[in-house]
């Protein structure tokens, strides 16, 4: 049997305080930094776990954060406070947030934004400060030392519903989240429609049947792999290698498409017989989903059309390539099935140009301020790279640094990025924010593709820190959902 946490700071923060009992609240020998620093744990425990709400924006993987990690957080700070006169700080953060919270989290980035939380609540300035805000939003903050029913009494006047601030959130979030589970509502009410044929109007069969004339007449032919081959003979580079590998994934996913497409028409005429693969083609093509099968080359969450059209975009890029030899001025990164590997191609060609040790090699981003098509030469070292989508913020292009997304605004498109390699680059400076860039909207990844391929540094602008982006769970996307 299991139990729900309400949903809600407030409630959430009701609950904590409901496990706590006066003898537990008063046993404490520093009874004034106690009390603050059990509520900062109470509201950082009620974020972490409505943090879920906003989806990838909250959290890359949601984690099962529980009241034993509370309960054990709190016998910690009451027995550290006791032992030492000063507030042990490193240690308590580390126990909190690297030990009991941190414990469940698997995935970096998440770590980051848990360490973030802790540093802002567990400090001197809450401890000194009367009235120390824990949120963005006035309305949450450390109330005045009292008795364990003056702090329930506080957490009863805060509001019912939570704003994304509380969370430092942006507003767009709630509707990002609300747009995807609306999606993944839809999606399951037309997977329980009823799987028969119609007497009348457009039978499913003929439907399929057009869907899959229609992509057969999409899609293009091969790229010539050996011509390419004979073309790149006398150029070994290793971006080079690159795109004979890419040309070889899509042609062999084009071969995949056709045959299974193909095959289908037979099977809806009766002209072989219908297997599993063949069925889940069938419903996944009338339902406008990319078959799993299709998936294998690179993960995308793209309804069929959109994929068709994307995935006829990246072949005219390396199509053109491979017919004049000659590399992109800017490339579309996105475009490419493994762009971990074009990136360290990039670094593997500017250490032999300049005779250094690629493992001594690091990146810098900085944002072109022209229009691309103001950009006509290749950069000397490294590469341009276009097609990054700005998820959680804005992008002020005269100032290249980050800004609030305007209402409604839930991606932008970033200018196009020079990606440099550098030799020893100094650690990310002040007013820097290491944005992850992921490859599709899932941060998590899927079984076998991890999502996540490189951190940007961008600049976070006037007034704000690396925290508070951090917080907003800024991110690039190198493709988008429709």
Known sequence: MTTEPPKGLKANMKRLYGLVTDQKFEVCTKVDKYKRLLFSLCFFHSVLIERRKFLMLGWNIVYGFNNSDFEVSENLISIYLDEYDETPWDALKYLVAGVMYGGHVTDDWDRRLLVTYISNLFCDDMLNNPYYKVSPLPTYYVPKDGSLNS????????????????????????????????????????????????????????????????????????????????????????????????IQRYNSLLKTIRSSLVDLQKGIKGLVVMSSDLDEVFNCVYSAEVPPQWKKAYPSLKPLGAWTRDLVLRLDMFAKWAQTGHKPTIFWMSAFTFPTGFLTAVLQTVARQNSVSVDSLS????????????????????????????????????AANLVEANPMQLVCLMPTIHFKPVENKKKTGRGMYSCPCYYYSNRAGSSGWPSFVVGVDLKCGPNTSSDHWIKRGTALLMSLDY
Do not use: C, M
């Open 363 to 398: 990146w810098e981003f900085p944002v072109s301020t022209l229009d691309d098509s103001n950009i006509t030469s290749q950069p000397k070292d490294g590469v341009w790279i276009r097609g990054l989508y700005l998820e959680g913020a804005g992008w002020d292009k005269k």
């Open 151 to 246: 702090y329930r009494e506080y957490v009863e006047g805060l509001p019912n519903a939570d704003h994304p601030e509380a969370f430092g959130q942006h507003p767009n979030a709630d509707i990002a989240s609300q747009i995807i589970e609306t999606r993944n509502l839809l999606g399951t009410l037309l997977s329980l429609q009823p799987q028969v044929s119609v007497s009348e109007g457009e039978s499913r069969e003929d439907k399929v049947l057009d869907l899959a004339a229609d992509v057969l007449k999409r899609i293009p032919e091969d790229i010539d792999y050996y011509a390419t081959v004979k073309l790149l003979a006398d150029d070994p580079a290793p971006l080079n290698v690159v795109l004979l590998q890419e």
